[in-house]
């Protein structure tokens, strides 16, 4: 469906009566971003310029695909529209806002209960409670815009509902397209469990947002029950990105020719349900290849292969009820153990619990040597090839959620109905045995590793220059000339270091437990000279120190570059940034060790013209 239906602007305009009724509808000024050349506001998207974290140079006005961080379009330095790419004037204007502190108590007492009953997934639970920390303040949402819904207001005509504020009402709308009795869904909280799947930058529109706009009506709306909320899915170690190219879309995957089913398989069985996950096409390659390919895919054609080679494409019988193989896979324990994975919303552990059992029958399959018994004992090869018809069936089953197209197609092979598609017929295998197939064909083609690497090239986007980005940083040469023990932290160390031309900062790190007082001293260092002032303990830190690390920190090694105090430290010439930047900003340039040369974006840093190198840590990050 779509949020153009008239169903939309019905609904989204009877939910706002009914908040503007209950009085938590507020009037106040905004200021938007407003194009004299075109004569007209600005939408958020239609807003770019410097983002004020990360210093990108092509942050939209809503949010920065780079750092990520949610911006307001007047944040943005240099701020450009999209459309003429002149620059707009920021102008007041007045606009409804949903009043959030009001509706707060009741929020509160919902999602104190609903997180718990839900299970609701750790980051969705710990970025609502961080925006309740905050304090809830009032939301606009109109907009002076020429496309959207209208305003049912007097004095409103000219604007529209905003889209945070519209879009999530779509859920209802469309359903309420698709079917007259929608309400029995929507209106229906004691009968409908509602589950909802997102990335968790969607979390607060979603728990905190749309929760307060149901609740501020006074009607029974069916509200969210369980949220699975991932972390981020990143694109070969960058951030996916339609406008820069960077990154499979779904346009993008048909593309390519490869199954629908393979990219589905991939992208569950790599969710990031706990961490980011990145998607690289060589791990793709080889998780299709080796895992639902060399698992699933080949026990299906190597026994449809079998059946309809030896068996003239008929299913030899089998004794179900006294199959030891069969018996031994215990599927109802095995069906309970994923339904309760998939109740709790684990769905990577449940198509791993899958295609553990699925390769008890390709080993089955090795270890019986059907292809040598066929030859002297053909009866007992039968009863072999049918249990794994059988056993084929129940893990076609157990897939379908995951590659759905796939298994209608195995199931059109073994001339089985949709029907027999149900949890509640594994273990049935009455349509199974002396029962005729269709001719047997390849389920997937292998992903070959030049395929794989063109891929790769075609979909990396426009590339952003090394030297811009580090030189978000300034990175500068200084000497450790006074140390002593923090007075308050036993891990800390206070550090005079001298920067060249009479400069002296102070800087504290976490050093005790990897160095001494005497090992520091005169040690020249990597101070990370544009970092925002901290304090740490009640004592002031001008900066950061540079040190390399291993994984886990079984290894830490102040970065010490052969130079002279005061020298900046560069990739490809880049030029250090005058602007303070926080630390968000600062690890938004991640650096990392890689043979024992410190390097940003695999490019070598660089002081005085010569490498930077580190002595203990052979590869790892820098922090």
């Not at 949610?70 to 707009?88: G, H």
């Not at 630390?583 to 490019?603: H, L, Y």
Request: net charge negative; with cysteine.
């Amino acid at each position: 469906g779509r949020t153009s239906d008239p169903k939309q602007t019905e609904i989204v305009q009877g939910i706002f009566l009914k908040l503007y009724e209950n009085n938590f509808i507020v009037e106040d000024t905004l200021t938007q971003p407003y194009c004299e050349h075109d004569k007209m506001f600005l939408a958020d998207r239609y807003v770019k310029g410097i983002c004020p974290h990360c210093a990108y140079d092509n942050a939209k006005g809503d949010q920065c695909e780079c750092c990520g961080k949610l911006l307001n379009a007047v944040e943005l330095k240099e701020p450009q529209c999209t459309v003429c790419e002149k620059t707009p004037v920021f102008k007041e204007t007045h606009h409804l806002f949903l009043d959030l502190h009001k509706i707060r108590p009741e929020l509160e007492k919902w999602i104190d209960k609903e997180s718990r009953v839900g299970n609701w997934s750790h980051n969705a639970l710990s970025i609502t409670k961080g925006w309740l920390d905050q304090g809830l303040l009032k939301r606009c949402i109109t907009r002076d815009l020429k496309w959207g819904i209208p305003v049912p207001l007097k004095g409103y005509e000219d604007k529209v509902f905003y889209v945070w504020f519209d879009a999530p009402i779509g859920y209802i709308s469309i359903t309420a397209a698709f079917m007259d009795n929608w309400e029995e869904w929507w209106l229906n909280p004691d009968e409908v469990d509602l589950y909802q799947f997102m990335g968790k930058d969607n979390i607060p529109f979603h728990t905190v947002i749309f929760p307060s706009t149901l609740i501020g009506t006074g009607q029974p709306w069916t509200m969210v029950r369980s949220i699975s909320s991932t972390e981020y899915l990143n694109y070969e170690d960058a951030k996916f990105s339609k406008s820069a190219g960077t990154g499979v879309f779904g346009d993008h995957a048909k593309e390519t020719g490869i199954d629908a089913d393979l990219f589905r398989y991939y992208l569950l069985r790599n969710r990031p349900e706990k961490n980011d996950t990145q998607f690289y096409w060589m791990d793709f390659m080889e998780k299709v290849n080796g895992e639902i390919i060399a698992n699933y895919a080949n026990l299906v054609n190597r026994v449809l292969q079998f059946v309809h080679k030896f068996f003239d494409g008929i299913i030899p019988a089998f004794d179900a009820k006294n199959s030891g193989f069969l018996a031994s896979i215990q599927f109802s324990s095995v069906l309970d153990e994923i339904k309760g994975n998939l109740e709790e919303l684990e769905l990577k552990k449940a198509l791993l619990k899958v295609l553990e059992v699925c390769s008890i029958g390709n080993k089955h399959f090795q270890d019986s040597e059907p292809w040598a018994l066929v030859k002297t004992d053909k009866e007992k090869t039968g009863l072999i090839i049918g249990e794994l018809a059988g056993f084929t069936k129940d893990i076609s089953i157990l897939l379908w959620p995951y590659i759905p197209a796939t298994v209608e197609k195995v199931f059109k092979t073994l001339n089985l109905s949709k029907d027999e598609l149900s949890y509640d017929k594994i273990g049935n295998y009455e349509h199974i045995g002396n029962k005729p197939i269709n001719q047997p064909e390849i389920l997937f083609k292998k992903i070959e590793k030049k395929q794989a690497e063109e891929l790769r090239d075609r979909f990396s986007g426009i590339k952003p220059d090394p030297a811009i980005e580090f030189g978000t940083l300034s990175l500068k040469v200084g000497k450790i000339i006074e140390i002593t023990k923090h007075p308050e932290a036993d891990r800390l160390y206070i550090e005079k270091v001298d920067m060249g031309n009479g400069e002296i900062r102070q800087i504290v790190s976490g050093l005790v437990k990897y160095y001494t007082e005497e090992e520091l001293l005169d040690k020249k260092i990597i101070v990370a000279y544009n970092l925002k002032p901290a304090e740490l303990k009640g004592t002031r830190s001008e900066g950061m120190l540079l040190a390399a690390e291993t994984k886990n920190k079984k290894v830490v090694e102040v970065i010490s570059p052969d130079c002279e105090i005061g020298e900046i430290i560069t990739v490809n010439n880049s030029t250090p940034n005058t602007q303070e930047i926080d630390i968000d900003a600062f690890f938004s340039v991640p650096m990392t060790v890689e043979n024992f040369t410190v390097r940003f974006r695999g490019i070598p840093l660089k002081a005085a013209g010569k490498e930077i190198k580190v002595e203990k840590v052979e590869s790892g990050k820098v922090g």
